[in-house]
């Protein structure tokens, strides 16, 4: 890489400084030596990656560093007070790499920096990497990805690969939509014909499928192991239909409705104020919460069309109240605040767009002022499934589609909601609804490149505070780096949109 240009980095670090100097090279007898607790798990992690990605073998010692090891050091003092839960700092020198932070998730971040850093040819030709110093840590501590597997059912399998991408990015939420018309994808004990009939389809007439509790808590596991956060969302009271199918109990007329597997929204409802239905909701979110050791109980409250206003207003206070009393924050989309009966802390994710129509505006504010927090996800710019240009296969458009790499990239979370800034956005999240998405191959064609361009939102420092923002989000500096992310990603075998505005670079060997 040229002085002078970008290091090849997404998100961009806080600060990067090339430092002159000898290369450094990874010899055969390199070694990863750990100190610190947690540093053996995440060295762990990056040996396994050097093997598949490089072919190298590299062993972990518990002691000080040698000539050309790569040190990971985990310890209090390694980062400033307000950078410890997710600060690091990077060096690479001829002497060898160093990586530091106060906390695992802080190296694991590190170790995705030196990854990006590491040459794609790595197994061919020798791993060397140029002197550099970086110091960075995130903008907001919620950056999340959210996979709609209730409208097509994806396998544990595909989950993990999904994970695997995602923290490429530093993100470190996965919000999993787990409950929709077209299926529900949990198996609760206590309602098992929810699976038994109602994951047994979804969109498109597809096999449908669900996470045994078991399975469950193996994703769980897996993401946690990675520093990333599950946060189960069952949408209610609306999107309902795979659970209303199941139970003729849960409808007012007492007969279930067949199992739907089209693309229409706001056709279904739960029943309020209803002994069985509140039997339910505390039933699925007492199983999904002792399931979730994560804060966060998303409860979804979006397009309920078919239910009354102030039977919204009784059944949100209702649920909302029950996911507080199993220990959960609550989160919700920002229909949610129209409630004034929120929990304490409850956490609105806004879907309106980058200029805000309607109410929408106002109902995010009303988590703020019920003392929550909001999570950014402008639908314009932020959903995944939005095509990148009429006419495309996949995605759909109703988002003032299309949205293409730069739309992506050029907006600014506090710059959306008036009135709401950094001190209450909790976060950024990307999600993909997967209507017209069948295989994981196709979601990661949606979500990348676009993810690492909303990753680097969430995690890097934000433009001057100057007008407009298009100008000050330098999109000429992304475009190079993110060139270089996909030579990672083609290696590593994550699909992804070879989009127009970028050169790729196509000789690398896939
Ligand atoms: C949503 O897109 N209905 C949250």
Redesign the pocket.
């Known amino acids: 890489m040229p002085a002078g240009e970008q290091l090849p980095v997404i998100p961009r670090p806080v600060t990067a400084e090339r430092l002159g100097g000898s290369a450094f090279t990874l010899a055969p007898d390199a070694r990863v030596s750990v100190a610190g607790p947690g540093a053996g798990e995440v060295a762990a992690l990056l040996v396994a990656e050097l093997a598949s990605d490089c072919r190298r073998d590299l062993a972990i010692v518990h002691e000080p560093p040698a000539y050309g090891d790569i040190a990971i050091v985990i310890a209090p003092d390694e980062t400033p007070d307000d950078e410890r839960a997710e600060g690091y700092s990077l060096s690479i020198t001829a002497e060898g790499v160093r990586i530091g932070a106060a906390t695992a998730a802080g190296a694991f971040w590190g170790v995705q920096t030196l990854r990006q850093l590491v040459p794609v040819e790595c197994a061919s030709d020798p791993l060397t990497i140029e002197p550099l110093s970086i110091r960075d840590h995130p903008r907001y501590a919620y950056r999340g990805a959210m996979l709609d597997v209730a409208r097509h059912f994806f396998a544990p399998d595909d989950v993990k690969r999904f994970i695997d991408a995602i923290v490429l990015l530093k993100v470190n939420h996965l919000h999993l939509h787990l409950t929709d018309d077209q299926g529900w994808r949990i198996h609760i004990e206590s309602w098992p014909n929810l699976t038994a009939h109602g994951a047994s389809t979804g969109s498109d007439g597809s096999d449908g499928g669900f996470y045994t509790q078991d399975e469950f808590r193996d994703l769980v596991a897996y993401a946690a192991e990675r520093h990333v956060t599950i946060v189960p969302e069952l949408?209610m009271p609306g999107?309902t239909n795979a659970a209303l199918a199941s139970y003729p109990e849960l409808n007012a007329s007492g007969v279930a409705p067949e199992l739907y597997t089209g693309a229409k929204?706001g056709f279904s409802t739960l029943l309020v104020d209803d002994d069985t239905t509140d039997r339910f909701i505390d039933d699925v979110v007492r199983e999904v919460a002792a399931l979730t050791p994560g804060p966060y109980l998303h409860i979804?409250g979006?397009?309920c069309l078919s239910t009354s206003a102030d039977d919204f207003l009784r059944f949100i206070a209702r649920a909302s109240a029950i996911v507080a009393a199993h220990g959960k924050t609550p989160a919700g989309?920002?229909?949610m605040g129209k409630s004034a009966e929120l929990p304490d802390g409850t956490v609105g994710?806004y879907?309106d767009f980058v200029t805000p129509r309607g109410s929408a505006a106002d109902e995010t504010l009303s988590f703020v002022r019920q003392g929550g927090s909001i999570i950014m996800?402008p639908?314009d710019v932020a959903?995944l499934d939005i095509v990148y240009e009429e006419g495309d296969r996949l995605g759909q458009d109703w988002?003032d589609g299309p949205t293409g790499i730069r739309e992506s990239f050029v907006w600014d979370p506090a710059r959306i909601v008036p009135g709401l800034g950094d001190a209450h956005i909790l976060g950024v999240e990307a999600?993909v609804?997967t209507e017209t998405l069948a295989t994981i191959e196709d979601v990661e064609e949606m979500v990348f490149p676009r993810l690492a361009a909303v990753a680097e939102v969430a995690w890097s420092p934000a433009p001057a505070d100057t007008e407009p923002v298009e100008s000050e989000r330098d999109f000429d500096d992304f475009a190079p780096r993110l060139a270089a992310l996909g030579a990672h990603w083609a290696a590593g075998g994550t699909n992804f949109r070879r989009v127009p505005e970028i050169s790729w670079r196509e000789s690398v060997r896939v």
């Open positions: 949408d999107h929204v979804g979006d397009e989309w920002h229909e994710q879907w996800s639908a959903y988002a999600p609804w």
